[in-house]
């Protein structure tokens, strides 16, 4: 191997997950699968075409630059949608290449009319609208001029949805907020109806409300990180698997991070190892440096407290975590040699180490390790 680590990603996990979701969320609810930020740290390329062999025929990124990302990949028939970021000029290639996007201020819904005298094609806007978050959306007196030029120029533009974004579904904390924002959202949508414009989509969900509120599922949920396999909380989980018979986690990890071993030796009780004093060795220590560091996107927080598995046991990080190494403890390893598989994520023997895991120490988001997991790491599909 190469590379200094790969990410492995399950075609079996994938599977599992999306067939759970479609299930617990029933025919009727399309699910638009979130692939911003490189499919959370599983690779764009890698991950989208075992989504599409579930079915999934609608994916969703935050730019125009990961939209053209996601065009060179996905079949013909495939639906894109940009929820943030696009430019004057990326709004004429969202038309031409009929990629769907978030309108949320009266500037796009001008420009899709300028440019409609050149591409005579219609925009597909999805509206997004102000509920409570306090973000991006539009208040109620723009919705009122963007439903005029809507109605005014229907050859323009093509309604597929309406939508907002709720803030902080994961937290019970937030409950009073987000019921608000589902009922605002209601309202809106009514207004819109009795002006004539229905979109083919009213979505509020991302992975948290999608299970946590029923009522916020709508036509079409934004789904990121569950079809990954993570929870977006331990809250979530818990409100989940409360109500189950059933207690085991219905989710699989997709990922796997995975290196080798590079170099072993011995270190003399009373010596300190790798950069400065914050590791002493008080025994005789046998260590395993692995070449995967804060550059490679394991957090330098782990330093001294991370786990990674050899040889199907769960050894100890010690030492500051290096720019690009980082040292193992593997005393109690007899066997142990150069060039031994180290799971950094994932399963070895009946052993997992979980990104949950690292975020207890860390105090990384399990979105934050997964998104900085570095593009240049190969990336490969497993079944
Ligand atoms: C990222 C994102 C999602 C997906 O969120 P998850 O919590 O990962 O499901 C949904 N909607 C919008 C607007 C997003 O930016």
Wanted: glycine share 8%.
């Amino acid at each position: 191997m190469a590379d200094t680590s790969i990410i492995e990603i399950s075609r079996k996990a994938v599977e599992g997950n999306i067939g759970f979701l479609r299930d617990h969320l029933g025919e009727r609810v399309k699910i638009t699968s979130v692939v911003k930020s490189n499919a959370y740290g599983h690779g764009m390329e890698q991950y989208v075409p075992v989504a599409e062999g579930t079915g999934i025929d609608h994916f969703s990124v935050f730019s125009a630059c990961e939209a053209r990302r996601l065009k060179q990949i996905t079949s013909p028939g495939t639906s894109i949608m940009i929820m943030g970021w696009l430019d004057d000029k990326d709004i004429e290639w969202a038309v031409r290449n009929e990629a769907e996007f978030f309108v949320f201020d009266l500037h796009r819904l001008k420009r899709v009319v300028e440019l409609n005298e050149r591409t005579a094609k219609p925009a597909l806007v999805h509206l997004e609208t102000e509920t409570g978050m306090n973000r991006t959306g539009m208040k109620q007196s723009e919705l009122r001029t963007a439903a005029e030029i809507i109605s005014g120029e229907r050859h323009a533009f093509e309604l597929k949805g309406i939508c907002t974004h709720l803030a902080g579904a994961e937290s019970i904390a937030n409950h009073v907020r987000i019921q608000k924002q589902i009922s605002r959202f209601t309202r809106i949508c009514n207004w819109f109806a009795e002006r004539g414009l229905v979109p083919e989509y009213r979505h509020v969900a991302s992975s948290a409300a999608a299970l946590t509120y029923p009522s916020a599922r709508f036509d079409m949920v934004r789904m990121g990180i569950l079809q990954y396999g993570y929870w977006p909380s331990a809250e979530t989980f818990i409100q989940y698997i409360g109500k189950k018979k059933d207690k085991d986690d219905p989710l699989n990890r997709v990922i796997s991070w995975k290196s080798r071993i590079m170099s072993i030796r011995k270190v003399k009780r009373g010596e300190f190892i790798s950069y400065g004093t914050i590791y002493l060795a008080q025994e005789d220590k046998k260590i395993a440096v692995i070449p995967v560091g804060y550059s490679h996107g394991y957090n330098r927080s782990l330093s001294n407290q991370g786990r990674v598995l050899i040889n199907g046991n769960r050894v100890g990080v010690i030492g500051l975590v290096n720019m690009n190494m980082l040292i193992a403890d593997v005393t109690q390893l007899p066997d142990v040699k150069v060039g031994d598989e180290v799971v950094l994520i994932g399963s070895q023997g009946d052993l997992t180490i979980s990104v949950g895991s690292f975020s207890e120490f860390s105090n990384q988001l399990n979105y934050e390790l997964l998104t900085r997991l570095p593009e240049a790491i190969p990336r490969f599909v497993v079944n």
